[in-house]
């Protein structure tokens, strides 16, 4: 087990270090940094000043070398447009994110999951279908529409619910569902095929063949084994959405790393961009280490070996 | 480094969605989907003839009139007129140009690229297979959407440098899927005589190897598109991606925003057009991956 | 029949496939005493699992039962709710099945799946229930059964696993258990030895035993009374000493012929064989099913075969006597 968490490390590790030079290098040919500095329609003295000041003269494989070096002792450098240290931008808005991430996953949990226990022990009937049909056009539906759909019915026709910012929980629940419902129904689909499987096991006949209850049977017996993908799962996708929460962080002015990543690149802040690709890259590459390893406490065959 | 593949095989099942599609539609996928993309692709095509105005002819008298079906608007304009005036109906149908061209041709390009590293990998192995997978996990690892808006976004958004930029982002499904079925067929009986034969490699991978994995390339084709337009739509609805006055859905959408409290169908019309034409790509894609490869294959 | 625990009058389990309705258990009849053992013996897929399961009405979705009867402590089961049946399954009657390696659930510890229907039915503390499993852990021959109840079952082998389900049906004190080929799995010794136990424990504690096996074998060390189950009918049944002395049925006495006796039969000498296969059981089934392997076949066991019976002793075929 420890030298499977150990192997992972250090793929994590080479992972983060081939993220950190592709988002570098490809930033780097998309546009001029020193511009950025100098603002918009700067004069070209001013421009080469900058680029001088900034060491942005050396060649690009220099000037990534000082950049990593600067970054692994912590400096992510100055923010251009919002003129503060990165590091402290990006760690007062990281909580947001990880408030939105984490509630959207466990919406995603809390309608999947009982949905797709459901559709299994119902399998084949209307609950089914109704499950089904959600999860189809869930999937086709764009993200951005459905936060607009969920202004429209919260905030503008019932008036229940805020249309934008981050001072109180009720900001926070329609982008948990706008960003949670585009990952459900792969929860969804896990949990419905998993049962089904569990649910014709030889031990569930046991549980059955003991007098307990079809809800101890479901719950206890079946949906314990069936739900060990799952966490596995939930980490990826976590993952996932916190690199996806930039459109709904944006729909709804939510003031996280989203709308940081957002409103740096409409600024071309690089040294805030590069901070926050950076950062989400990383934070995913460990959650997938987590589901690794929760998955393999979770199974009891797995713990042992 | 075969530590990851359960991470990967989760982050993306290829026929996630398909399954339960095919469970709701049945055999009639295919029907119901081809034949709603065949209907977007045809208006796509004849847009210029199907328009009752220019798309990009401005009236800014008759701003934001309301579709035919509201009390205040008129057949003059089926679908309304945007905030500039613009008539709807008709920038709805050069609308489709956009999202199709880019559907079709982010698959493309990221389909060449990701099924030449995935037949790579699932053909050699070893070395290759290990390169491959530590791509496909670094390119897993960047959010797509922020690098994408990022690039876009300094490179100054148009139709090809999106195209681009998806392109080369978004190969990573194509890549674990054909490197998998491809690492099956070359199981198959035929495929080691033809080895034994001493039939060249890439005579092997093209020859027998592409044409066995066809059914899964095209299943993942139909979904990466779909899901190239959706990500087209969010990039122009957040500004960064295709630039005003075209007609793209998602741009449609971002500039009604500002209306949506008066007039809620400038979003409701682009947005239902996107997931009706995503609905319809994934329907159709299941359906091929039937008439490919029938259950039990 | 009367003072049987179990009596069962005419049960039929019909299953939906495909090819059309299969037709697995055809109106059977069968009654089991306390402190009895019945065998019901017969060749895989001739029904005899289905049956069990529709005793403990545990059949898969697709499996419709029927029966005329089905009296269980002369309670009928068939107009049982849910959870009235809930309160006598792993209570009153219990089973025990034939996989080892996987009818225990691989997410808990042996010891909390021994302990939940005691707790459930019982509305026992954990100590209590947890002094009853190491008791019957110990009964059914595991060591350090206190240790026993903290592991999960991969870590347990098949022959422990079997002595876990084995204890798990007795938690309750079941008046009936229903021990589905508890033995096949497992190595001949270890069979031996839980068939002893089976023995013993049906002497002590005077339940009524219902053992499905397919192994005469077995049938002969521990049998009461014996069903012989033929391609979803019971074909001759009767006290194990009768059946064995004098059995009736041609099917029967194939059966036995396969049987090698220890001391009788001499190495290299050939055993019996019934030639053919059980025919299938999708549709309508007419006549004698056994007529198409029968040495004694004639033009009449197209037609039903009929029932014949001496004293406690009763089969179906057209022979009165051999």
């Known amino acids: 087990m420890t030298v499977f968490i150990l192997k992972r490390l250090g793929l994590a590790f080479l992972v983060a270090l081939a993220v950190s030079a592709i988002a570098f290098f490809l930033l780097r040919m998309s546009g001029d940094v020193a511009i950025a500095i100098a603002g918009e329609g700067a004069r070209d003295v001013d421009i080469e000043a900058a680029r001088r000041l900034h060491g942005l003269d050396r060649p690009p494989i220099v ?29 007062a808005k990281m909580p947001v994110t990880l408030l939105l991430g984490i509630m959207s996953l466990g919406f995603a949990l809390a309608v999947s999951i009982p949905l797709g226990v459901l559709a299994a022990v119902f399998a084949n009937s209307w609950i089914d279908r109704l499950a089904l049909s959600l999860a189809v056009v869930g999937q086709a539906l764009p993200n951005f529409f459905f936060a607009l759909i969920l202004v429209m019915l919260f905030s503008i026709m019932l008036r229940w619910l805020p249309v934008s910012g981050s001072s109180t929980w009720s900001h926070y629940v329609m982008p948990m569902i706008a960003l949670g419902y585009y990952v459900t129904p792969a929860f969804m ?23 307990l209850p079809a809800r101890v049977v479901i719950f206890k017996h079946a949906l314990r084994n069936a739900v060990m993908p799952v966490v596995a799962l939930s980490a990826v996708q976590l993952g996932y959405l916190l690199g996806g929460s930039v459109v709904i962080e944006t729909v709804f002015a939510l003031d996280g790393l989203g709308f940081l990543a957002y409103q740096s690149i409409t600024h071309k802040d690089f040294p805030v961009i590069q901070a926050v690709v950076m950062l989400l890259s990383v934070l995913y590459v460990l959650l997938t280490l987590l589901g690794d390893i929760a998955n393999a406490w979770l199974n009891p065959r797995l713990r042992v070996s | 480094m075969t530590d990851t593949s359960l991470s990967l ?90 999202s199709l061209l880019i559907g079709l041709s982010v698959m493309v390009i990221s389909g060449i690229i990701g099924t030449t590293l995935g037949l790579l990998a699932g053909y050699f192995g070893g070395k290759a297979d290990l390169l491959v997978t530590f791509l ?56 080691a005589a033809a080895e034994a034969v001493g039939a060249s490699t890439p005579r ?72 009706l034409l995503v609905l319809a790509i994934n329907l159709a894609g299941d359906g091929l991956r039937d008439i490919f490869a029938p259950e039990g294959r | 029949m009367s003072g049987a625990l179990l009596q069962v009058e005419g049960l039929s389990v019909d299953i939906k496939t ?94 909390d799946q021994l302990m939940e229907g005691y707790r459930r039915h019982k509305h026992a503390s954990v100590a209590e229930a947890r002094e009853r499993a190491v008791f019957l852990l110990n009964k059914v021959g595991i060591a350090a059964a206190g240790d026993r109840l903290g592991q999960y079952p991969h870590q347990l082998s098949g ?37 002893r136990l089976l023995a013993e424990l049906r002497e002590e504690l005077g339940i009524a035993l219902i053992l499905i096996t397919h192994d005469l074998g077995v049938v002969a060390r521990i049998a009461d009374q014996v069903a012989v189950m033929y391609a979803g009918e019971i074909i001759e049944q009767g006290g194990a000493a009768d059946i064995f002395r004098d059995p009736r049925h041609p099917y029967t006495r194939g059966l036995i012929d396969c049987i090698p006796l220890p001391g009788k039969t001499r190495p290299g000498e050939k055993l019996g064989i019934i030639p053919g296969v059980v025919p299938s059981l999708v549709g309508e089934i007419k006549g004698c099913t056994f007529r198409d392997r029968c040495s004694h076949a004639e033009m009449r066991c197209s037609a039903a075969a009929p029932a014949r019976q001496v004293q406690n002793h009763s089969w179906r075929c057209i022979l009165e006597d051999a």
Request: proline share 5%; net charge positive; with cysteine.
């Open chain 1, 63 to 91: 000037q990534y070398a000082a950049w990593l070096i600067e970054t692994l002792r912590g400096d992510f450098g100055q923010s251009i447009f919002f003129k503060t240290d990165v590091l402290s931008l990006v760690w």
């Open chain 1, 189 to 211: 689909r896990l949990v419905r095929a998993g049962m089904i499987e569990v649910l014709s096991s030889d031990y569930i006949r046991t549980a059955r063949a003991k007098g």
């Open chain 2, 9 to 98: 095989d989760l982050a993306m099942e290829p026929t996630a969605g398909a399954r339960m599609r095919k469970r709701l539609f049945g055999q009639k996928s295919l029907v119901l989907g081809s034949g709603l993309l065949l209907l977007i692709m045809l208006v796509a095509l004849f847009a210029p003839l199907l328009a009752t105005h220019d798309p990009y002819a401005q009236d800014l008298a008759h701003r934001t009139v309301p579709p035919f079906w509201y009390a205040k608007g008129s057949l003059e304009h089926i679908l309304g007129t945007d905030n500039l005036g613009r008539d709807y109906f008709s920038r709805l149908l050069y609308g489709a140009r956009i």
């Open chain 2, 136 to 191: 496909v996990t670094t390119r897993l690892a960047m959010p797509v959407m922020l690098v994408a808006l990022a690039v876009v976004a300094m490179v100054g958004g148009s139709l090809p440098v999106i195209v681009l930029v998806l392109g080369f982002l978004k190969w990573d499904r194509f890549a674990v899927v054909m490197r998998s079925a491809t690492q099956q067929a070359r199981a198959l009986d035929y495929v």
């Open chain 2, 204 to 275: 092997i991978i093209l020859g027998e190897i592409l044409p066995n994995v066809l059914p899964q390339l095209i299943v993942v084709a139909t979904l990466e598109a779909a899901s190239a337009i959706l990500l087209e739509a969010s990039l122009s609805f957040l500004g960064l991606g295709v630039q005003p006055p075209l007609p793209s859905w998602g741009l449609m959408i971002s500039e009604a925003k500002n209306y949506m409290f008066f007039s809620f169908w400038l979003i409701a019309i682009p947005g239902t057009m996107l997931a």
């Open chain 3, 18 to 111: 495909g090819a059309g309705t299969l037709h697995a258990v055809r109106d059977i009849s069968f009654s089991v005493k306390r402190g009895e053992t019945l065998c019901i013996v017969g060749e895989s897929g001739c029904g005899k699992s289905m049956t069990s399961l529709a005793i403990m009405d545990l059949l898969p979705p697709a499996a419709k039962r029927s029966a005329r009867q089905l009296l269980f402590a002369g309670e009928d089961l068939t107009r049982k709710t849910a959870g009235q049946l809930n309160t006598l399954r792993g209570n009153r009657m219990a089973m025990i099945f034939q996989e080892p390696m996987t009818a225990l659930n691989p997410a808990y510890t042996i010891g």
């Open chain 3, 159 to 195: 022959g422990l696993r079997q002595r876990v389900m084995i204890a798990m049906a007795l938690m309750c004190g079941p008046e009936l258990v229903i021990a589905d080929e508890p033995t096949t799995a497992l190595d001949v010794t270890i069979q031996a030895q839980i068939l």
